[in-house]
């Protein structure tokens, strides 16, 4: 009997082992610094535990904290190490989930002690006096029924809840033991909760148990972890920079926008200055479909159900939209997309394989009904303009029609200043509808786009939506975070639903493909985030006030009225600064303003016709001929220069 087993590397290279063999012991062949470092292993593609027994040939990859598996998994231990301090010091304490985040980990809590940020320190404390201890984390299975029998005993019904929602079919649920401390979890986790080093809790909020207002209210506790004491520095010093950062902060401070509770929660009121910079994005984005081929639709805000009960949406999306109206004694919704009413459009006439492709393009209002406790200024409303597109297209074209798509994403993310990108493919999840085959060339077009433009991407396996498989596009701010903004999405549904087809070159109907496409996702996501990744100093081009002209005194008002009348004759947004004030007041008061630019003119301007000219964040950049500042901001626009 062969007791040897080969196992393949990342890099192609094979080694054989003893059958029976660890991750963790394979870590210690390869080198003690890999062993020390080791978090966690890719068995075949599937993330185990360090000490799990490898007994067949298999590929294996060693995580440590530099792999996004080895990162979830070092905050999902934390937050069971989270849990075990909060047992320790609250022993009534019951436990929902503790999951990690992009940034963390969090567990909710249901607790009699109202807990508070001062709390926060304590717990810490509690973690490291149990990770000093050094426990492992020790799997065990068990069958359904002693699960259940084991969180009965203690009363769990967190637990016992979760526990009775897993398949059917899953006899075996598995528990980890750290110490004294037992949690119901699939894993993986580290080895022991010694190699958890350095923590900060970041803050407690209330939870509702599985997200549902209607059930138990919780406490939720967030906390980040790293295991490098400067990691963990520059952790909370970007986290600092963030709070600055805040859009709801910021749009306050620079009036750009609001949310009134009399008026609807999760509703933008668009001040001026933030409707200046909406115009600014709105007229690009025109601008820049008409230049890539598509024409822009409008259609209406509401559609009778009939017509939501044929797109599906009634059927798998009902509980994020609004309650119908009665109309003429139908129902009708306010419409959560625009799809539908695209689809009518290119419905209304017979369309030839010579009509196609047709790119549409709309600046849409949708309505989704989001839960209150996840609302969130700008990122998370109830009502936003979707940056939405539809393309309609044959099998034989859509993959130049992707890579258009990408070339597309590129040009408008580098024109808002975002280099950074990461490509995800998702592919077929479990269930789905569409052939087998579509799926397989819908996928494969998805990745020869992204060959042909050399761009690297990651295989999100089985993330595609039930109705096709997508490009996911993140971007990059200036603070390192990603964030989820473009979408490609195939629809294998829709086209079917709606019966959709065209008359192909031999005569006969064929089924259109259909691309679902976002660039920016929604207005006020975007404008969120984009506040948020310029500190609200936008660049020139987007920024509500472009110009502050300040005279030195009142004697100079009138020079400076000449200069204010001669930048806004060329379409800039100017501000004349006419309150009796120092100036060094108004200097001070415009920088914190963010106006990128500052004209401070005098006796020496005035006889000069010049200005001088001050730039947000860089100070006095000298004297110049106002003919030749207008020259120089109006190129800086025309050109959308994003220098910060």
């Given at each position: 009997m062969n007791s040897k087993i080969n196992i393949t590397f990342p890099d192609g290279s094979v080694k054989e082992y003893d059958k029976g063999i660890t991750p963790y012991q394979i870590?210690?062949?390869?080198?003690?610094?890999?062993?020390?470092?080791?978090?966690v292993a890719k068995v075949d593609g599937e993330v185990r535990d360090l000490h799990t027994q490898i007994n067949a040939d298999s590929h294996l990859q060693i995580l440590t904290f530099n792999d996004e598996e080895g990162r979830e998994t070092y905050w999902h231990s934390s937050s069971h190490l989270m849990a075990h301090a909060v047992k320790a010091l609250y022993p009534e304490a019951k436990f929902g989930v503790g999951p990690a985040i992009d940034s963390g980990f969090y567990y909710d809590i249901d607790i009699d002690t109202q807990l508070t940020e001062e709390d926060l320190p304590v717990i810490e404390k509690k973690m490291m006096e149990i990770a000093s201890e050094n426990r492992p984390f020790q799997r065990e299975e068990l069958s359904k029924q002693?699960?259940?029998?084991?969180?009965?005993?203690?009363?769990?019904?967190?637990?016992?809840?979760?526990?009775?929602?897993l398949n059917e079919d899953e006899e075996i649920i598995s528990i980890y033991k750290e110490g004294d401390f037992t949690d119901l979890c699939t894993g993986p986790h580290l080895p022991s909760a010694g190699l958890i080093k350095n923590v900060k809790l970041l803050s407690v909020s209330g939870s509702y148990w599985r997200g549902d207002e209607k059930r138990q209210r919780m406490q939720r506790i967030y906390g980040i972890s790293f295991p490098k004491k400067n990691m963990l520095d520059e952790h909370l010093a970007l986290l600092e920079e963030a709070k600055k950062r805040d859009h709801r902060k910021l749009g306050k401070q620079l009036d750009l926008f609001s949310v009134h509770d009399e008026g609807g929660a999760g509703l933008i009121f668009w001040h001026p200055k933030g409707g200046r910079?909406?115009?600014?994005?709105?007229?690009?984005?025109?601008?820049?479909?008409?230049?890539?081929?598509?024409?822009?639709?409008?259609?209406?805000?509401?559609?009778?159900?009939?017509?939501?009960?044929?797109?599906?949406?009634?059927?798998?999306?009902?509980?994020?939209?609004?309650?119908?109206?009665?109309?003429?004694?139908?129902?009708?919704?306010?419409?959560?997309?625009?799809?539908?009413?695209?689809?009518?459009?290119y419905k209304s006439d017979l369309r030839s394989y010579r009509d196609l492709p047709l790119r549409w393009a709309e600046l849409g209002t949708v309505y989704r009904y989001e839960k209150s406790g996840v609302l969130h200024g700008l990122l998370r409303v109830r009502g936003f303009t979707q940056d939405d597109a539809h393309i309609f297209c044959s099998h034989e074209q859509i993959e130049k029609e992707i890579i258009e798509v990408i070339r597309f994403c590129l040009f408008v993310w580098n024109s808002f200043g975002f280099k950074d990108l990461k490509y995800y493919v998702s592919t077929k999840p479990d269930k789905a509808v569409g052939e087998d085959k579509l799926w397989e060339l819908a996928v494969e077009s998805l990745k020869k786009a992204l060959e042909h433009e050399s761009l690297p991407?990651?295989?999100?396996?089985?993330?595609?939506?039930?109705?096709?498989?997508?490009?996911?596009?993140?971007?990059?701010?200036?603070?390192?975070?990603e964030w989820q903004m473009s979408t490609i999405q195939f629809d294998f549904n829709l086209p079917e639903r709606f019966d959709m087809t065209y008359i192909g070159e031999d005569g006969k109907e064929h089924r259109p493909f259909m691309v679902h496409r976002a660039l920016l996702g929604s207005l006020e996501r975007f404008f969120g985030v984009l506040i948020e990744h310029y500190g609200g100093a936008f660049p020139t081009w987007l920024a509500p006030v472009q110009v502050a002209v300040i005279p030195v005194s009142e004697k100079f008002m009138n020079y400076a009225s000449k200069v204010h009348d001669s930048l806004k004759n060329k379409g800039l947004f100017v501000d004349l600064d006419k309150r009796n004030e120092k100036i060094g007041y108004k200097i001070r008061d415009w920088e914190t303003q963010k106006v990128p630019y500052m004209l401070i003119v005098g006796e020496k301007e005035e006889s000069n016709g010049t200005v001088s000219v001050r730039k947000h964040g860089q100070g006095d950049?000298?004297?110049?001929d106002l003919e030749k500042f207008i020259s120089d901001i109006s190129a800086e626009i025309k050109n959308k220069s994003n220098n910060k």
């Open positions: 870590a210690e062949s390869i080198s003690g610094r890999l062993a020390k470092e080791a978090l002693k699960a259940i029998d084991l969180y009965s005993q203690v009363g769990d019904n967190y637990k016992l809840e979760i526990i009775d929602d910079i909406r115009n600014s994005i709105e007229n690009f984005w025109r601008e820049a479909h008409l230049s890539n081929g598509y024409e822009i639709l409008y259609s209406p805000h509401i559609g009778k159900s009939s017509l939501w009960e044929t797109s599906g949406h009634l059927g798998f999306y009902k509980e994020s939209m609004y309650s119908p109206m009665q109309i003429d004694e139908q129902d009708y919704y306010v419409k959560p997309m625009n799809c539908p009413f695209h689809i009518m459009i991407y990651e295989i999100d396996e089985g993330g595609g939506a039930f109705y096709g498989p997508k490009i996911d596009i993140k971007i990059k701010d200036a603070l390192n975070r950049q000298g004297t110049v």
